[in-house]
């Protein structure tokens, strides 16, 4: 199975910072890669879909980029409601496997 | 609107059978690969199964195969889960959803205990 190695696993911010999570394949997953948010005792919500595409209705403070096997999310200037969980999910062969999720908390 | 709404989750005690529901309106359902996706209290999120537009094709997570159906009726726009067998290790919080996730349900609880 193809791992997603996601860090950090938690991250300590403040509003207004820029936020940068990455997921590394352990294999070639091409552009096969989707960023979710998810909030407390809610369905994730899909971010970026194929590596940098931003998806409907997403604020265009979120980016998606690749570098060889790193995937990133950054958010720029982050807002309160941005605070939450993130997940990676590379979806190029069965089984879908997602990265372990990334916590961000206000200091 | 899009809207999947999963039913059917609940309390079940190890070894027993349940059967999870997914009713999806707002999109055209069979354009779609359908999938679930679960999440254990606390962890984070784990793909179950997949199942091709027509439901020829269907795919388990090695942990699940031969114990978990997943199924689909495109003339009623919905997606099932047939779980047998069931371990502690399956409770979680089911979510319905498009695969690669473009659309979610808010997801059904499914607690295996005695």
């Known amino acids: 199975d193809i791992q997603m190695t996601q860090s950090p696993s938690s991250m300590s911010v403040s509003l207004g910072d820029t936020v940068t999570i990455t997921c590394r394949a352990s294999?070639?997953?091409?552009?096969?890669v989707n960023w979710f948010q998810q909030k407390p005792g809610k369905s994730p919500r899909r971010m970026i879909y194929r590596a940098t595409n931003l998806a409907d209705g997403v604020p265009s403070r979120f980016s998606g980029s690749r570098s060889g096997s790193d995937y990133s999310l950054t958010i720029s200037s982050l807002e309160s409601e941005d605070v939450a969980d993130y997940h990676c999910?590379?979806?190029?062969?069965?089984?879908?496997?997602f990265g372990g999720g990334t916590k961000l908390e206000l200091k | 609107e899009v809207q999947l709404v999963e039913s059917g989750g609940g309390l079940v005690q190890p070894g027993r059978s349940l059967k999870l529901s997914c009713a999806a309106s707002g999109f055209t359902f069979s354009d779609y690969y359908m999938a679930w996706v679960r999440q254990a209290p606390t962890k984070g999120l784990e793909w179950v199964a997949s199942?091709?537009?027509?439901?020829?094709?269907?795919y388990y997570r090695d942990s699940v195969k031969g114990r978990f159906t997943i199924s689909r009726d495109n003339a009623k726009s919905s997606l099932y889960l047939q779980m047998d067998s069931l371990r502690s290790e399956d409770t979680a919080t089911y979510y319905c959803?498009?695969?690669?996730?473009?659309?979610w349900g808010p997801g059904t609880m499914v607690t295996v205990s005695s």
């Open positions: 999910l590379q979806y190029d062969e069965y089984p879908p496997t």
């Open positions: 959803t498009t695969e690669a996730g473009h659309f």
């Open positions: 294999q070639d997953v091409g552009i096969y």
């Open positions: 199942i091709s537009y027509d439901g020829g094709s269907t």
